[in-house]
């Protein structure tokens, strides 16, 4: 009961859910992933957002940038839920 109390009172409502976008090559890393609707993935505690791609099995060297909420985030910014992350490959071009 406890628990349940302060991950309220710190994660607000107890929504611990993430949306993930994945783009470009990074998709090739879940063969089933559909771009329009992203990875929905239940939190139990606050992670870095390194845990959060050893945890969808993505090497961090194919990640160059982050979003959370639509702003740039270094790899160990905490993920408390209830946001949408977003990663990017490096990207090339000639």
Do not use: W
């Not at 109390?5 to 107890?14: H, K």
């Not at 611990?16 to 139990?44: N, Q, W």
């Not at 992670?47 to 945890?55: C, D, E, Q, T």
């Amino acid at each position: 009961m406890a628990t349940v109390f302060l991950r309220r009172m710190f994660y607000g409502n107890g929504d611990m859910t993430l949306k993930v976008f994945l783009s470009a090559t990074l998709r090739e890393c879940h063969p089933d992933y559909e771009p329009s609707a992203g990875i929905d993935l239940d939190l139990e505690e606050a992670i870095p957002v390194a845990v959060l791609l050893r945890k969808l099995k993505i090497p961090q060297e194919m990640v160059k940038i982050v979003m959370v909420n639509g702003l740039s985030a270094p790899f160990d910014y905490v993920l408390r839920g209830d946001e949408r992350v977003a990663f990017f490959p490096p990207v090339g071009g000639g």
